[in-house]
């Protein structure tokens, strides 16, 4: 039991040391999460409702044969039950920088048999998919990593469908943290238009429309 104790508060320190390193780091550069902290990126905070996997893909209201965008995938949290939601006639289209965390995704996709991700390596800016081409698109925890946060949100306002949904999410405990002012300010400039909100102003989720 003590030694089990011991662990945990390891573990908890560990974690901690790293958070701080990483929030200092990225007050100096937009840092996106490095491929060997993947397994940080998937756990689902229990403190923070909105920041959970299931909770976002939920809030969606994705139907069948849909398709969806998520930028800056990571190890594909959210990508794999996106993919789920939608069914096989849909198609998820995961966008990260990384080529690591790429691969961590795919090799998730693979070992559940879902042929309906399509990866690629790039940043949104310069590797947007076609116009009007998608029913939803997410940005969990990702906005802050991103240099160019209006040409980001402009090209994922151009790649959605008239009235296509983004799913913005933020939380205070990731170290990119944008306030919900900042994020409504920015995409409302752009175009967008708030639908909804879930969460508080340090943890938050917003479904910002592209109006028809």
């Known amino acids: 039991m003590i030694r089990g104790t011991i662990s945990l508060a390891v573990?908890?320190?560990?974690?901690?040391?790293?958070?701080?390193?990483w929030r200092l780091a990225s007050r100096r550069a937009s840092l996106?999460?490095?491929a060997w902290l993947s397994w940080?990126?998937?756990?689902?905070?229990?403190?923070?409702?909105?920041?959970r996997a299931s909770e976002i893909v939920?809030?969606?209201?994705?139907?069948?044969?849909?398709?969806?965008?998520?930028v800056g995938c990571g190890p594909g949290r959210l990508a794999i039950p996106l993919a789920r939601a939608i069914g096989p006639s849909g198609t998820v289209v995961a966008l990260d920088l990384q080529p690591a965390m790429?691969?961590?995704?795919?090799?998730?996709?693979?070992?559940?048999?879902?042929?309906?991700?399509?990866?690629?390596?790039?940043?949104i800016c310069s590797a947007a998919p076609d116009p009007d081409a998608f029913d939803r698109a997410t940005l969990a925890t990702v906005l802050g990593e991103i240099p160019n946060q209006?040409?980001?949100?402009?090209?994922?306002?151009?790649?959605?469908?008239p009235g296509g949904v983004l799913a913005v999410t933020e939380v205070i405990a990731d170290p990119h943290f944008q306030s919900r002012t900042h994020v409504?300010?920015?995409?409302?400039?752009?175009?967008?238009?708030?639908v909804r909100r879930t969460g508080g102003p340090v943890s938050y989720t917003l479904h910002l429309e592209k109006p028809i």
């Open 11 to 21: 573990f908890a320190v560990l974690v901690a040391v790293v958070f701080i390193a």
């Open 32 to 34: 996106p999460c490095p």
């Open 40 to 51: 940080l990126v998937e756990l689902d905070n229990p403190v923070f409702r909105n920041n």
């Open 58 to 70: 939920a809030g969606l209201q994705l139907e069948p044969g849909m398709r969806v965008l998520d």
């Open 102 to 123: 790429l691969a961590k995704a795919e090799a998730k996709a693979n070992a559940s048999g879902l042929g309906n991700i399509v990866f690629r390596q790039g940043e």
């Open 150 to 161: 209006r040409g980001a949100l402009a090209s994922i306002f151009a790649t959605l469908k």
């Open 184 to 194: 409504v300010r920015l995409a409302e400039s752009i175009g967008f238009r708030e």
